[in-house]
């Protein structure tokens, strides 16, 4: 089969090839989907960059080159073939989910990963959804997000952000987002109340006050977050941005230290795409029931990104990170 893969750990347009791989075998609980459409996410930027240095041995990947030769996460699919263990699919039903070497043209995923792709998506919407949508949920749920609270997301405009939004707003709450000036009227549009352009203005120096921020970017320290939260507020950090060697680490100490000092929580998250977590999944947890007609709101930087093989070509990795 078709797939892109990388060998050694750098820039995306400096690793990533095309090339004829091995087709993946499925075992007991998985399922062998053909791969029609898959999305990036910084996720995958990490895994090819191999970036923070410092955690390529937890998990990230090998200490020398990568764990995963064919990288991507995010899927929709039909599925070819299924384990012998697997009972909640069937070789010709459409899925969508999460797993290791999505950029291929199959991929074999651990049943417990994978969800009916809901009908009212394309296969190149439902491939946007599994990360960032389940982090956005899962964040807003981590953070303990009620009806009526002042709810900041910094990195509004990214892939998280925008589901992120959204839900915060569905769920009742007044949103302020953080983010660029040319993505302000985006942010607005997908519910924001109040947007806070970073080029213009500190969020941390203003007057208000939110009980919960979720931090899914920039450079702002748990302290300096902590300043605009009301005094039981909470922070979410989501990010991996940082340096090299030890990406978010940092802040995440700083996080863990000023809770002993502070009435406030602040703590950071990382979420699990599981079957439950996706929308059509088998007892799913997800904000309301999916109804005819209902899309996610997409924007134009999100919808239809395919990152695929045979179908998508090469993944660029270039270009603005959006937030």
């Known amino acids: 089969m078709k797939a892109i893969v990388q060998y050694e750990y750098g820039a995306p347009q400096d690793v990533l090839h095309l090339a004829e791989v091995e087709m993946p075998v499925a075992g007991a609980e998985e399922v062998l989907v053909s791969v029609r459409a898959s999305s990036a996410n910084p996720w995958d930027w990490h895994f090819i960059r191999g970036e923070p240095l410092l955690l390529r041995p937890a998990g990230l990947g090998g200490a020398r080159k990568p764990k995963f030769p064919v990288p991507g996460g995010d899927l929709a699919g039909t599925v070819e073939r299924a384990g012998g263990g697997v009972t909640a699919f069937k070789p010709g039903d459409e899925v969508y989910g999460f797993g290791h070497g999505a950029f291929a043209e ?4 651990n049943q417990g990963s994978l969800a009916p792709k809901p009908g009212t998506l394309t296969f190149e919407q439902a491939a946007a959804v599994p990360l960032a ?3 956005a949920l ?3 749920r981590a953070g303990g997000i009620q009806p009526g609270q002042h709810v900041l997301i910094i990195g509004a405009s990214g892939g998280v952000g925008t589901f992120a939004v959204q839900i915060a707003r569905h769920l009742g709450a007044t949103v302020t987002g953080v983010c660029s000036t040319r993505h302000a009227d985006l942010v607005r549009r997908l519910g924001a109340e109040q947007v806070i352009d970073y080029t213009k203005q500190d969020v941390t120096t203003g007057a208000a006050s939110y009980d919960l921020a ?5 450079t702002y320290s748990p302290a300096a977050i902590r300043k605009v939260l009301t005094p039981h507020g909470t922070l979410i ?7 090299r060697w030890f990406g978010p680490v940092g802040n995440i100490i700083k996080a863990v230290a000023l809770n002993a000092l502070a009435g406030q929580t602040l ?3 990382t979420a ?5 977590a996706l ?15 209902d899309r996610p709101d997409l924007p134009a930087h999100r919808r239809g990104s395919r990152s695929g093989t045979g179908r998508g070509g090469k993944p660029r990795g270039q270009g603005h990170r959006h937030g």
């Open 106 to 109: 199959y991929i074999a995923v």
């Open 272 to 276: 699990k795409v599981t079957a439950k």
């Open 214 to 218: 979720l931090q899914l970017g920039g």
């Open 279 to 293: 929308p059509g999944g088998r007892r799913p947890d997800r904000v309301r029931p999916y109804r005819p007609g």
């Open 237 to 243: 950090q989501s990010f991996g941005d940082g340096s």
């Open 138 to 140: 899962q964040g807003l």
């Open 267 to 269: 703590k950071s998250f």
């Open 133 to 135: 949508a389940v982090t």
